[in-house]
């Protein structure tokens, strides 16, 4: 679930956004609003939430600069800008520090869900790049810790161990997999195998197996024709809801939002 926070001087815009749209559907749930851009700025700073809806025009500290404060911060906020004015200076500002779009008052329930959406679409991509940036590092961290047992005595042979391991549930992850199953493959005691694995690439083997299959599971939901009940047996789960609930532990959205949302 995103959270989200609305700024905006008038109570009945701040209540209408929050109130008449079931911001839920789309996994998205508002975590607190304010009336000027101080009292944004405040709470924001201590709520760090994923989308920030905001006006431009408000007492105290104005949109531009509650905005401008924290980019300088690193806050990396999604912001939508909503205004009443159309000033091209104000949108070419709000333009140059990020933020994700601006729109004119009134705007129409659709349109906002339609931009609160494209918000969640360039957090998700960050985060699959993160995801990805993250796999490369831990593989050369698995590859430089495999590298490492090439010296001393019965080193050789762990590192043979490890990599067949992660040959197989790589190859197989898409059926039911034990820690048995793969123990068995490397022919070594599960319980020696379970505390090499975890030694050598440094996360448990079910966590390894879990982050494959969710990885996998987000490349198959690029393909429209494909039902999630189909994706959960492709990735190796046999039980649909169990998946559903693995896949929102992850990534914090229901398989289905996550692929409404592609």
């Keep these: 679930m995103y959270s989200m926070f609305v700024a905006d001087d008038e109570l009945w815009i701040r209540e209408r956004i929050i109130t008449s749209i079931d911001w839920g559907k789309i996994g998205v749930t508002v975590i607190g609003s304010a009336a000027d851009g101080e009292e944004a700025l405040t709470l924001c700073r201590e709520l760090k939430p994923d989308i920030i809806l905001t006006d431009i025009r408000m007492p105290g500290i104005n949109g531009l ?23 091209f200076n104000y949108a070419r500002q709000a333009i140059k520090i990020g933020v994700v779009d601006y729109i004119l008052k009134p705007v129409e329930n659709a349109e906002l869900i339609n931009i609160v959406k494209k918000c969640i679409r360039h957090i998700e991509a960050e985060a699959y790049k993160d995801s990805l940036i993250e796999q490369a590092e831990s593989g050369k961290r698995i590859t430089e810790k495999l590298a490492g047992y090439v010296n ?29 199953d793969i123990s068995e493959e490397v022919m070594l005691n599960p319980s020696y195998f ?60 229901s398989p289905n939002t996550y692929k409404e949302q592609l």
Excluded: Q, W
């Design 65 to 87: 600069d509650f905005i401008k404060t924290l980019h300088d911060e690193k806050n990396n906020t999604k912001i939508i800008i909503i205004s009443g004015y159309s000033d």
């Design 194 to 253: 379970s505390s090499l694995f975890r030694e050598t690439v440094g996360i448990p083997f079910n966590k390894y197996l879990t982050g494959l299959r969710i990885h996998k599971a987000k490349e198959l939901m690029n393909d429209p024709t494909l039902r999630i009940k189909e994706i959960a047996g492709m990735v190796g789960y046999e039980n649909t809801r169990y998946f559903i609930r693995v896949f929102k532990s992850i990534t914090g959205l």
């Design 152 to 180: 001393g005595p019965g080193n050789v042979r762990k590192r043979n161990t490890i990599e067949r391991a992660i040959n197989f549930i790589n190859d197989n992850y898409d059926k039911t997999l034990t820690l048995n």
